[in-house]
């Protein structure tokens, strides 16, 4: 069974760090490319980046709004993706989630974990 | 970027009825659009990828058609599992991949 699970979301004070996580399973996640997905309370989803599996590339590209600030990596050999968010602006609030990239389109997503950026 | 829109931001169905929602692209996406379905509380589910592929899990009474600006997702015979939010999605020009604002499906 496919599962992606996210952690480490929190409050945090903006201008603030924070490293998200999510563990996948059940698949050949070296061979996935993984993408991280946000939506403020009440609002639509966003795309936040995305990262290429090692053997196209590993190249990562991101939403202009977090370019910068905002570095996704993974890890091949413990099923981890990563999200490292620096200089955290209010409008960064939201609850983010990870998902497993099919063609473009997202088939496997968490259950997402909340940030929250507040003074 | 790729603006996409959805119409009606509301639809009121009464159970049984069908269901017809609207996605527009403001340049061509060919095929490169999905479909999510979110219900409170819940991550999105992919619903219908490459335009009119139904995802595994979902019933024949969801279809997806359409191509270049202009995509529609019909859902026949509303059942209350239903009821949910619905999110189109391009992939055909990115970064970005740009969602729309969705379409709340919501009880007459």
């Known amino acids: 069974e496919v599962q992606v699970v996210e952690s480490g979301g929190g409050l945090v004070k903006p201008g603030g760090s924070l490293r998200l996580s999510c563990a996948a399973s059940?698949?050949?996640?070296?061979?996935?490319?993984m993408s991280w997905v946000r939506q403020a309370a009440g609002k639509g989803l966003e795309w936040v980046g995305r990262i290429k599996s090692k053997t196209a590339g590993g190249t990562t590209d991101y939403t202009a709004p977090v370019k910068g600030r905002f570095i996704i990596s993974r890890d091949d050999s413990t099923n981890m993706l990563y999200l490292q968010m620096s200089s955290l602006k209010m409008e960064d609030t939201a609850v983010y989630y990870c998902a497993t990239e099919f063609h473009g389109s997202y088939n496997y997503w968490g259950q997402g974990t909340l940030v929250s950026v507040s003074s | 970027e790729i603006v996409m829109t959805q119409s009606p931001a509301t639809l009121s169905v009464s159970p049984g009825e069908r269901a017809t929602l609207s996605c527009r692209a403001s340049?061509?996406?060919?095929?490169?659009l999905a479909w999510y379905q979110q219900k409170p509380g819940q991550a999105p589910r992919l619903l219908i990828y490459g335009a009119s592929s139904r995802a595994t899990g979902f019933p024949a009474r969801f279809s997806g058609s359409g191509s270049g600006t202009e995509f529609t997702l019909t859902v026949s015979g509303l059942q209350s599992e239903d009821f949910a939010v619905y999110y189109c999605q391009q992939y055909n020009s990115w970064p970005p991949s740009t969602f729309g604002p969705g379409t709340r499906v919501d009880f007459k």
């Open positions: 059940g698949f050949t996640f070296s061979d996935a490319w």
């Open positions: 340049q061509s996406v060919g095929s490169n």
